[in-house]
């Protein structure tokens, strides 16, 4: 069957320091990998995705690395900040094709001042 | 991206009556709507699919005469809690899914607070 998991369920930073949340999955059929950052009370935001076609994206301060030989993903933070407190998920689905994401179970990023 | 509403934010209601939540998209038509349930300190479980004019595809395990899904418009899904129980109390998220390219991206709602007493 499918499944998502995170290495980390919390992870705690200083605030300045680079951040690294991991996401293993084991379908191969997943093609299209999304980071969402949900922050108390809140819905999912849209952080970043990547396509299966390719290997490293980056956004402003997001990195995305995928590695489907091991079927890995990683969000990295740069400079994390306070208001980069929350519960970031990773979330697969399959290109083409609507809706159907699965959810990783969540990984709590604290911020130290 | 898209913005998502949802109606109303939270909400407390006594066991055994019905509660309506409403999803808007409010810049785009959206044929395909989802709704997810969270659980404190969970993940995110999709529970149905929403299709403009057609009836909602619900995933295993969620019993559709319970959890009523209306897609009336481009703009507008519903979702109804039935005789609802403390148990099903969680936060109820919508989302709407939108086309960009060969991918469809899903953008959520702000979420919905059911308390159950």
């Known amino acids: 069957g499918e499944s998502v998991g995170l290495h980390l369920p919390t992870l705690s930073v200083q605030e300045g320091d680079n951040s690294i949340i991991n996401c293993a999955y084991s379908n191969s059929a997943s093609d299209y990998f999304i980071w969402y950052k949900q922050e108390s009370g809140k819905g999912p935001q849209f952080i970043i995705d990547?396509?299966?076609?390719?290997d490293k994206r980056q956004g402003q301060r997001v990195t995305v690395l995928l590695n489907k030989t091991v079927k890995h993903l990683s969000l990295q933070i740069a400079a994390t900040q306070p208001g980069d407190s929350a519960v970031y998920f990773c979330a697969l689905g399959q290109e083409g094709s609507q809706g159907n994401l699965i959810f990783g179970k969540g990984t709590k990023l604290s911020v130290k001042p | 991206g898209a913005v998502v509403s949802q109606h109303p934010s939270w909400v407390i209601c006594k066991s055994g009556t019905s509660v309506k939540i409403e999803c808007r998209s409010l810049d785009f038509q959206a044929t395909t709507m989802f709704w997810y349930r969270q659980f404190p300190k969970q993940s995110l479980m999709l529970m149905a699919t929403s299709n403009e004019g057609s009836k909602a595809t619900y995933e295993q395990g969620v019993e559709k005469d319970k959890f009523l899904i209306n897609h009336a418009s481009l703009t507008l899904s519903t979702l109804t809690v039935t005789s609802a129980h403390p148990e099903d109390s969680s936060f109820y998220i919508c989302?709407?899914?939108?086309?960009?390219?060969?991918?469809?991206?899903?953008?959520f709602g702000p979420g919905t607070r059911l308390t159950v007493t």
């Open positions: 990547i396509r299966s076609n390719m």
């Open positions: 989302s709407v899914d939108r086309r960009q390219g060969l991918t469809y991206e899903q953008y």
